[in-house]
């Protein structure tokens, strides 16, 4: 079992920064695939970023390409979404996720097997 606390998270104008982090639970960390996916009111959750389990590869969404970096620190057992250049339509829960697997890069809800309670991002224009 692992447990995943967001942070970071709160009000920004658009074009400013944040950095969320998500602290995990255990001494596997290392071998969990990890992801970023947020939630916007009224809408689907939907996947923003993921990291590999050495944090060699990642994978993004298009629409926070060249803005967003996911990046971990296994030493930390902390993983990080580097929030740049925020828009308002970036305004949502943002939510971390384990895949215990961490074979391959996954961009699903289904592909992951824990998740944390979420920080709120809001973009004001």
């Known amino acids: 079992q692992v447990q995943l606390v ?12 944040l950095r969320l982090s998500c602290a995990a639970s255990g001494r596997t960390f290392s071998s969990y695939g990890m ?9 689907e959750r939907e996947f923003v970023a993921a990291v590999t389990r ?5 994978y993004y ?15 930390k057992n902390t993983v990080y979404l580097q929030m740049n ?3 308002p339509e970036d305004t949502a829960v943002y939510y ?4 215990r697997k961490g074979v391959v890069v996954t ?8 998740w944390g309670q ?8």
């Open 6 to 17: 967001e942070s970071g998270g709160g009000l920004v104008q658009a074009g400013g920064s």
């Open 35 to 43: 992801g970023w996916f947020r939630q916007a009111p009224g809408k």
């Open 54 to 58: 050495s944090g060699r590869s990642a």
């Open 61 to 75: 969404t298009d629409s926070v390409k060249g803005r967003f970096t996911i990046s971990r620190d296994n030493a």
């Open 85 to 87: 250049s925020l828009k």
């Open 96 to 99: 971390c996720a384990a895949d």
């Open 107 to 114: 961009t699903t809800i289904t592909g992951y097997d824990y």
């Open 118 to 125: 979420g920080t709120q991002v809001t973009v004001s224009s």
